[in-house]
């Protein structure tokens, strides 16, 4: 956290190092914003105070520069100053800002520009509620708020046939869908008897999309390889077949690592050497309609009475504490 001393410092030693700086000339800057930004980022301007509705406004979100859509601070930072100007007490991040000492008009202030484009902002004073002391007087016009979004991102696994993965993959909290469908073959398009023939190359799989504030791409590695025979090639029980093979058809390199990693974390529990795919994910085709949500809407059916049953009870009790509120009340 950033205190009074420390802004001093960096007014008078040297600014942190931004993580990125953005250079645009002042004719860019002109087509790009609306005068009064323009007046108040790129000319050292002042706001009239109560000017922006920005002051009264506590919604959960982040303030990011006008000009260069660089993180400035967190609502979570904001606070009622009644100065007329939005205030906060503490920036984003440590480097977002940059400090210079202002002797304009008389005064001795420390003006604050965003570190990565150089715009002005407000000024700060060491008059802020604790524990940072600090209140960064800002012009609403200089900053943007965004929205609190969370990025979702999608996970693509096969462990033998897809109306057990789906089952187990929709119970878990943070993952907001799961499709069953065909990946990593060679026919476009291929209907469910055709990857069953073997000859099309496709794996059954299942496509999930999470929230990985709310469950890791980590952790469902870990679900994935211990919900299913990692160590069978192409084969999962009584289903023998290319297309029930184990494989993990990664989105991108930092999902291509992770599997690695916990596949090897993996290893030593099991007797058998793990021989699941790790391969770059190139195209998915979602399974026939009945196909989806194929447990939920036949428990009763042969197979998922004496396979998915079983396997999804044995899955609950081990990951209860991961499961969607509605799966542990089932
Ligand atoms: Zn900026």
């Known amino acids: ?104 008009y008389g005064m001795k202030r420390v003006e604050t520009v965003c570190n990565t484009c150089g715009a002005h902002l407000g000024h700060v004073f060491p008059d802020g509620p604790a524990p940072s002391g600090l209140r960064y007087c800002m ?3 200089a900053l943007q708020k965004v929205e609190a979004t969370t990025t979702l991102e999608k996970a693509t696994f096969g462990g033998g046939c897809f109306w057990c993965t789906e089952a187990i993959f929709q119970d878990l909290e943070g993952v907001t869908s799961v499709v069953s469908g065909y990946s990593d073959g060679q026919l476009p398009n291929p209907t469910y008897k055709e990857v069953c023939s073997g000859r099309t190359g496709h794996a ?28 069978t090639l192409n084969r999962q029980g009584a289903d023998v077949g290319t297309q029930y093979r184990s494989t993990i058809l990664t989105h991108n390199d930092m999902q291509r690592a992770e599997a690695l990693k916990i596949i090897e974390e993996i290893q030593p529990n099991l007797e058998e050497k793990i021989v699941t795919d790790v391969k770059p994910f190139e195209v998915f085709y979602p399974a026939e309609a009945y196909h989806q949500n194929y447990y939920r809407n036949n428990p009763g059916q042969g197979y998922c009475a004496a396979v998915i049953s079983p396997k999804l009870a044995k899955f609950r009790k081990l990951y209860q504490s991961r499961l969607k509120k509605a799966s542990v009340a089932e």
Request: proline share 6%.
């Open 1 to 104: 956290m950033l205190r009074w001393i420390d802004v001093i410092r960096f007014a008078n030693q040297g600014n942190p190092k931004p993580d990125k700086v953005v250079e645009k000339s002042e004719a860019e800057w002109k087509a790009q914003l609306t005068p009064e930004q323009f007046y108040v980022t790129r000319q050292k301007g002042t706001e009239r105070a109560f000017s922006s509705e920005m002051c009264s406004r506590f919604e959960p979100g982040q303030y990011a520069c006008v000009c260069c859509d660089t993180l400035l601070f967190d609502s979570d930072e904001k606070f009622e100053s009644g100065t007329g100007w939005p205030s906060f007490t503490q920036p984003a991040k440590e480097n977002a800002i940059a400090y210079h000492i202002d002797n304009a």
């Open 139 to 141: 012009n609403a016009v």
């Open 204 to 231: 059954e799989v299942v496509q999930i999309t999470f929230d990985p504030e709310k469950i890791s791409y980590a952790d469902l590695l870990r679900i994935h390889l211990t919900t299913h025979d990692p160590t």
